[in-house]
Every structure is written in structure tokens, then in C-alpha cells.
């Protein structure tokens, strides 16, 4: 059974560009998260998925930040615009019941 | 404010011996607690977790013991084989249909051999 993918692995833009990332689930977890790991803090929770829905979205920093899961497969998060503050490792992560599956995580760095 | 706190940065154990983890957490309302590894560049690793209505979960070589009135859960690793060496995060995750989890800073564990 294949794992929680991610793409790109990583990813280096300038301040003021954006970026989508991509997550896709296994294949019939109904739950997906986004969490952020910025450099030498803890891995945070950004929001959660109920198949197509957005069941708790309080850990979004703020509105540059856009999540979506059209048809409730895979998801996308993009920033727009990129700022400084948001490198780090974003992880995605699945679940059908109440263990979470991680992703290997997509680096982004904002120059 | 730290919700689920990891101590220790770090532990270095001989290769054979056990290696205690240990995470303390302050919400009373968290009621399922997940131990994950992690390798660097890798995303975390399921590796066991432990529903607040039992105080000691175990598979294989790993065992997580909870103690809810001190709010304090531990992972026991025996014997410890050099490819635990990891960083190791205690998360838990609250009551109802909140499935966030919330983690601690981790801690790197390095088996010697």
C-alpha cells in the first residue's frame, strides 16, 4: 500500500512569489492534515480535512495561505505571497481513524 | 505555551541497553497519545501510541506507559539496536472530533554500539 506523497520535495522561491504543494493521501482516509515545522521549533498543525470539507482550519497563520481538497483525494496548500517567515518543512498526513500517516514533508525556502 | 513537552534534546544509550523517553503534557483533555521516529529528511513514523483509558501499551520492543494523574508518558525501547538512532516525538491529540495533534520539540536518540 503506498504511503503519504508529497511534492516537491523542495522547493526555493523568492519573497513575494507563490508556491503550491501538493499532498496526496492513502488511498481511502477520509482525514488529511497540513502541519508546518519551522527550523528548531515543534511540528505545528496548520488544518484538517474531512474528505472534501475543512473540518479545523486554527492553525492557519493567515490568509496567504490557501488550502484545498476538491473531491476529497488529494489536497493542495499554497502561499501567496511568499514571506520569509513561512520556510520550513510542511507535512502532510492522513488518517481513517486516530493514527495520522506522515508524508516525507516538501522544504520550502523563501529567499 | 508548550502543550506537550519533551525535556530532554537528547539521549545517548549503549547499544543492548533500554532507552526511556520521557514527555509530560498539560492538558487534561488530551486522551490519545502517538510516539513517532524520525530520520532527517524523512517525515515522522508511526511507532506506537496509547488511548488515555490504558496506562501501558507494548509491541515489541517498544513500550509506552501512561500516567494520567501526572500527566507524564514515557517510551521504553529494549533492547536499543543502533537503528533506533532517530529524533522521537511525543504528540497527543484531544477529545472528540479534535484530531489535531499537538507535539513535543523531540528528542534525539543516539544508539551507541
Known amino acids: 500500500e503506498a504511503g503519504v506523497t508529497q511534492f516537491p520535495s523542495h522547493s526555493v522561491i523568492e519573497k513575494g512569489q507563490t508556491v503550491t504543494l501538493r499532498c496526496d493521501p492513502i488511498s481511502g482516509h477520509d482525514n488529511l492534515y497540513w502541519y508546518r515545522r519551522v527550523m528548531g521549533k515543534e511540528i505545528k498543525f496548520l488544518l484538517h480535512?474531512?474528505?472534501?470539507?475543512?473540518?479545523?482550519e486554527s492553525g492557519m497563520p493567515n490568509n496567504r495561505f490557501l488550502a484545498e481538497r476538491t473531491g476529497g483525494t488529494y489536497s493542495t496548500l499554497k502561499v501567496q505571497p511568499a514571506e520569509l517567515e513561512d520556510s520550513g518543512v510542511y507535512f502532510c498526513?492522513?488518517?481513517?481513524?486516530?493514527?495520522?500517516?506522515f508524508g516525507p514533508g516538501t522544504r520550502l525556502t523563501v529567499l | 505555551d508548550q502543550q506537550v513537552k519533551q525535556n530532554s534534546p537528547s539521549l545517548s544509550v549503549q547499544e543492548g541497553r533500554i532507552s526511556i523517553l520521557n514527555c509530560d503534557y498539560t492538558?487534561?483533555?488530551?486522551?490519545?497519545f502517538l510516539w513517532y521516529k524520525k530520520y532527517p529528511a524523512e517525515g515522522p513514523t508511526f511507532l506506537i501510541s496509547?488511548?488515555?483509558?490504558?496506562d501501558k501499551n507494548e509491541d515489541g520492543r517498544f513500550t509506552v506507559f501512561l500516567n494520567k494523574s501526572a500527566k507524564h508518558l514515557s517510551l521504553h525501547i529494549v533492547p536499543s539496536q543502533p537503528g533506533d538512532s532517530a529524533v522521537y516525538f511525543c504528540?497527543?491529540?484531544?477529545?472528540?472530533?479534535?484530531?489535531?495533534?499537538?507535539f513535543g520539540k523531540g528528542t534525539l536518540l543516539t544508539v551507541n554500539p
Open positions: 498526513a492522513s488518517s481513517q481513524y486516530d493514527t495520522q500517516y
Open positions: 504528540a497527543a491529540m484531544g477529545g472528540g472530533s479534535n484530531y489535531k495533534l499537538t
Open positions: 480535512f474531512v474528505k472534501e470539507s475543512k473540518q479545523d
Open positions: 496509547i488511548s488515555s483509558i490504558k
Open positions: 492538558n487534561s483533555m488530551f486522551d490519545y
